[in-house]
Every structure is written in structure tokens, then in C-alpha cells.
């Protein structure tokens, strides 16, 4: 049996298109069950995908879960949880191998220490070349990396919808998860973004998409055009997203929508891949934003290059999970 273990949305997005594949191959002979806590409880909700709730999950329930289950491998999204670390550690204890996938090319190294120490799965799928370079440049062993790519993003690729009418500011927790570490948090990227549309008179086009994982807070309750997320749909609606690090904004990248990273006073290290790569502009503060955003986008297939290195994603991780015989 293959076990899958999630507690972000973008977890169960990454092996959502793995189990269809499954499902469409009618491979009834692979068994697989899913654990999920966080955001992936409300992705496999909205996919009606069957899984176990884990969030009053306790230890002693993973230990006998592992004991008395027979599986031959673990996949787990790697996310920084302790669920994940947990199920790591006692696999390693049962023997049973265990793999953890990146499904976005920033923090990498955080997703693996716990209680500051680190914690290794056996085997960690990386994204790309680009992915596994910044990874050993974090201090990753290079022995356990194996390129994969990006299943959900393969979707995204091969399912691009119209342009939409909307901006879109997809919202995250930054506060909560990473305090003042980047220089910035949610407050200040809104605050910036917000004045910047109004300099320019686009108001009316603003579409707010709160994280799955946090709740309508006080800077939305004023904001009359600020929902709960909607995944890939918030993308759908927009010709322009402006964001920290989100997986919308890659989304919106390969979409061709216009994206750009707003990031007052960042320190050091910029985790918005596609801005620290030179994809798309970086600004930091109102009258640069608004510069930027009353230009008509550029049209052009920027995001082509990197979805013919994402094709053939699910292939891959489907060929990879059959190594693992019964």
C-alpha cells in the first residue's frame, strides 16, 4: 500500500493528478490511502477525494497505523509539519521508506528541521534542475534529491483559460509563519498594493483571496471585495496578480496573466522564485507599483519554457512510485 501524507493545500494539489491518473488507468491494484490535516482537508473536501482527518491525530496512533498496515512507501508533502516529521521518524524506526515532494521552488531547507534538528525523509523529489541546485545550495544532500517535477502545475499547463477582467492579491500568512523575517508581512503587502491600485483609478478591479489556512481577518472584514480562496479559480478571474510568493502567482505566470511581486522593505533573501529568478518585476513601494500595473501588460508565452520542463510530471512520479514492489 502507498500511504500519502498532506497538511497543505498545495500538498493535495501535487498528488491529486497522481490518483486521477490512477482512477482514469482503472489501476485498481494499486492501494493507497491518504492521511491530511490543515489545507489538504479542505482541497480533498472540495475534490471529494476520501482520506483520514488527522487533526487530533496522536502518536500512538501513527505508531500502530505504521505497525499493522503494510506499506512499501510513504509520500509525504514536505511543509515544515510535525505530522510529517512524525510519520518520517516512525517509518524509519518500521523500516518503511519514506519520500517527500517540493511542490514550490522557496524555503527549502525549513521543510525538513523540526524542534531544530533536522529530519531527512529517504529520498526528497525535487522539481527541476533549477529546484535541485537551490536545494544543495541550502545545504540539502545531493544523494537523497530525485527531479520529478510538479504534477499539479503539469495540469495548470495543459488547462490555460481565458484572460480574466480582475487583479487579484492572493493573501498568506506571512506574519503567522514567518514573523518579520523577510522585512514584510500580509499588512504591508496589502497596504502597499492597495494604495497603488487606488493612485491609479482600478479600485473596482480588486479581487482579494484569503489562504486556505487562515480565517477572515480584520484588514478583509473592511474590504467588501476580499473572499476565501478559491485555488486556481481566484487565477481564472484576473489579468493581473499581485502577490508575495504564492503558488497563485506561479499559476498566473504560466496562465500568461501579468504578475508581479510586491515586497516592501525585503531583506536579503527574496522566496518569490519567479522575482528572484528575473521573471517578473519586484517592487517595494506604491508610486513603482503604480507605474507598473496602469501599463498594459506585455503579451507573450512567458511561462512556455518552464511548462515544457513540467510535462511529463505525473509519467514520472507514477513511474517512480512502481519502483517500490510489493
Keep these: 500500500m502507498i500511504l500519502f501524507v498532506t497538511e497543505q493545500y498545495a500538498g493535495a494539489q501535487y498528488i491529486h493528478p497522481l490518483i486521477t491518473k490512477w482512477k482514469e488507468d482503472n489501476l485498481n491494484n494499486i492501494k493507497y490511502e491518504i492521511i491530511a490535516k490543515g489545507g489538504s482537508v479542505k482541497y480533498f473536501q472540495e475534490n471529494s477525494i476520501e482520506f483520514f482527518n488527522a487533526e487530533n491525530i496522536t502518536v500512538n496512533y501513527?505508531?500502530?497505523?505504521?505497525?499493522?498496515?503494510?506499506?512499501?512507501?510513504?509520500?509525504?508533502?514536505?511543509?515544515?509539519?510535525?505530522?510529517?516529521?512524525?510519520?518520517?521518524?516512525?517509518?524509519?524506526?518500521?523500516?518503511?521508506?519514506?519520500?517527500?515532494?517540493?511542490?514550490?521552488?522557496?524555503?527549502?531547507?525549513?521543510?525538513?528541521?523540526?524542534?531544530?534538528?533536522?529530519?531527512?525523509?529517504?529520498?526528497?523529489?525535487?522539481?527541476?534542475?533549477?529546484?535541485?541546485?537551490?536545494?544543495?545550495?541550502?545545504?540539502?544532500?545531493?544523494?537523497?534529491?530525485?527531479?520529478?517535477?510538479?504534477?499539479?502545475?503539469?495540469?495548470?499547463?495543459?488547462?490555460?483559460?481565458?484572460?480574466?477582467?480582475k487583479i487579484l492579491l492572493p493573501m498568506q500568512p506571512v506574519k503567522k509563519i514567518e514573523g518579520n523575517k523577510f522585512g514584510y508581512d500580509e499588512y504591508s503587502f496589502l497596504n502597499t498594493s492597495l494604495k497603488a491600485i487606488d493612485l491609479v483609478g482600478m479600485s473596482k478591479e480588486v479581487y482579494i483571496s484569503i489562504h486556505p489556512s487562515s480565517k477572515l481577518d480584520d484588514y478583509c472584514k473592511k474590504i467588501n471585495n476580499c473572499y476565501k480562496g478559491d485555488g486556481v479559480n481566484d487565477v481564472k478571474k484576473a489579468h493581473t496578480i499581485l502577490g508575495m510568493y504564492s503558488m497563485q502567482?506561479?499559476?498566473?505566470?504560466?496562465?500568461?496573466?501579468?504578475?508581479?511581486?510586491?515586497?516592501?522593505?525585503?531583506?536579503?533573501?527574496?522566496?518569490?522564485?519567479?522575482?528572484?529568478?528575473?521573471?517578473?518585476?519586484?517592487?517595494?513601494?506604491?508610486?513603482?507599483?503604480?507605474?507598473?500595473?496602469?501599463?498594459?501588460?506585455?503579451?507573450?508565452?512567458?511561462?512556455?519554457?518552464?511548462?515544457?520542463?513540467?510535462?511529463?510530471?505525473?509519467n514520472r512520479l507514477d513511474s517512480f512510485v512502481r519502483t517500490y514492489d510489493d
Excluded at 97 to 107: A, R
Excluded at 260 to 281: E, T
Aim: hydrophobic share 35%; charged share 25%; with cysteine.
Design 62 to 165: 501513527i505508531k500502530n497505523y505504521l505497525k499493522t498496515k503494510k506499506i512499501r512507501l510513504i509520500i509525504l508533502s514536505a511543509s515544515g509539519a510535525s505530522i510529517e516529521a512524525l510519520f518520517i521518524s516512525y517509518a524509519k524506526y518500521f523500516g518503511i521508506n519514506t519520500v517527500s515532494f517540493i511542490d514550490t521552488w522557496t524555503n527549502y531547507k525549513n521543510r525538513f528541521v523540526h524542534d531544530g534538528s533536522k529530519i531527512y525523509p529517504n529520498k526528497i523529489l525535487s522539481i527541476d534542475s533549477v529546484c535541485t541546485k537551490e536545494m544543495v545550495q541550502d545545504g540539502i544532500p545531493s544523494k537523497i534529491i530525485y527531479e520529478i517535477g510538479q504534477p499539479y502545475l503539469e495540469y495548470i499547463c495543459k488547462h490555460k483559460p481565458p484572460i480574466g477582467d
Design 249 to 314: 502567482m506561479i499559476i498566473g505566470y504560466l496562465w500568461e496573466r501579468r504578475v508581479v511581486s510586491v515586497q516592501p522593505c525585503v531583506k536579503n533573501y527574496d522566496p518569490s522564485p519567479l522575482s528572484r529568478w528575473g521573471l517578473i518585476p519586484r517592487v517595494g513601494n506604491v508610486k513603482e507599483l503604480a507605474s507598473l500595473i496602469k501599463k498594459p501588460p506585455i503579451k507573450e508565452n512567458l511561462g512556455e519554457k518552464m511548462c515544457k520542463n513540467i510535462i511529463g510530471s505525473v
